[in-house]
């Protein structure tokens, strides 16, 4: 390619959601706070593990691997994040949080709503990609083509088609040749 030339790339975003059973508080470890050390005796991280983002917040060495990104200025982390008036109820908090509807019950994910403008013609089943054993909620879209792939297999699907007004659960209709990830 000449000098003259540039390469260029499509904006990429990354959303790593950590469900069930995540401890925000061992994620985004507030080390300089008292409070933490006081209540968390048994489970806190220990001081010398802490891998230090800023003044304030660290994380654990498990998650050594984003430290880069941060020192790039390429990952942010999002504290306290929530809405207005909660409906003090776990199943409906969690449609609201995938949805994005906090007054009427969505039918479709935010996620899956961004992926179909990115890509409204549905001609790359690659603009969106799950790393999970299922299709997360937030990316419950109809007819939308996405890929979703898990350390053990890959699985290339296509959720079914519907016409229902009601939130369909994720269901897959094929599956393809494993992938392997390194």
């Not at 908090?93 to 039918?107: F, L, N, R, S, Y």
């Not at 979703?148 to 369909?168: D, I, V």
């Amino acid at each position: 390619m000449p000098a003259t030339q540039e390469t260029k790339k499509d904006p990429v975003i990354v959303v790593l959601q950590l469900t069930g059973g995540n401890d925000y508080v061992n994620t985004a470890i507030p080390y300089n706070n008292p409070l933490y050390r006081d209540n968390r005796k048994a489970v806190g991280i220990p001081d010398d593990q802490i891998m230090h983002l800023d003044g304030q917040y660290g994380i654990p060495p498990y998650m050594a691997p984003l430290k880069q990104f941060w020192d790039d200025k390429k990952l942010a982390i999002l504290h306290g994040v929530g809405w207005k008036e909660s409906p003090r109820s776990h199943f409906r908090a969690m449609d609201i949080w995938h949805t994005c509807e906090p007054v009427k019950v969505g039918t479709e994910g935010w996620l899956g709503r961004v992926a179909r403008e990115f890509d409204p013609k549905k001609e790359n089943v690659v603009t969106t990609v799950s790393f999970g054993p299922s299709l997360p909620r937030a990316l419950a879209v109809s007819c939308r083509p996405f890929k979703a792939t898990s350390a053990s297999r890959s699985s290339s699907g296509l959720r079914r088609c519907t016409n229902r007004r009601s939130a369909p659960a994720p269901s897959w209709t094929t599956w393809l040749t494993p992938v392997s990830i390194r």
